[in-house]
C-alpha cells in the first residue's frame, strides 16, 4: 500500500500563491490517480482537483478552476496543486489522496495523507 505525506502548506495573503507537495512511499504513484481535497472547519471534505495515472488527464472543482493546477512527477514519486490568486474561502486543510481512477467522490479514493493547513488571509 502506499504511504501519502502532503507539504507545502502555511500562511498567505489574499492573491497570493503556493505549491503543495504530495510524497509517495512504499509504492510507487505511477500506479495510482491522484486527487486533493479540502478540508474547513464546520464542513465536509469537498473536491479540489484529479488527475490520471499518466497525467494526461486532470478535472477540477469549479471553485478552483483557472487558480489552481494539479501536476504529478512520477519519476520522483510526488504529486503538485499548485496554487494561484488565493482567496479566503480557499483557507482548510488540504489532503492528497491515492485511488484506482481519477473521480471526484471522496470514498473512491483507498489512501488518503495526513493533510496540510492552507490559510489565506484578507
Known amino acids: 500500500q502506499v504511504q501519502l505525506v502532503e507539504s507545502g502548506g502555511g500562511l498567505v495573503q489574499t492573491g497570493g500563491s503556493l505549491r503543495l507537495s504530495c510524497a509517495a512511499s512504499?509504492?510507487?504513484?505511477?500506479?495510482?490517480?491522484m486527487g486533493w481535497f479540502r478540508q474547513a472547519p464546520g464542513k465536509e471534505r469537498e473536491f479540489v482537483a484529479t488527475i490520471a495515472r499518466s497525467g494526461d488527464s486532470t478535472y477540477y472543482a469549479d471553485s478552483v478552476k483557472g487558480r489552481f493546477t494539479i501536476s504529478r512527477d512520477n519519476a520522483k514519486n510526488t504529486v503538485y496543486l499548485q496554487m494561484n490568486s488565493l482567496k479566503p474561502e480557499d483557507t482548510a486543510v488540504y489532503y492528497c489522496?491515492?485511488?484506482?481512477?481519477?473521480?471526484?467522490?471522496?470514498?473512491?479514493?483507498?489512501?488518503w495523507g495526513q493533510g496540510t493547513q492552507v490559510t489565506v488571509s484578507s
Open positions: 512504499g509504492r510507487t504513484l505511477s500506479n495510482y490517480a
Open positions: 489522496a491515492a485511488g484506482l481512477v481519477p473521480t471526484t467522490v471522496t470514498g473512491t479514493y483507498a489512501r
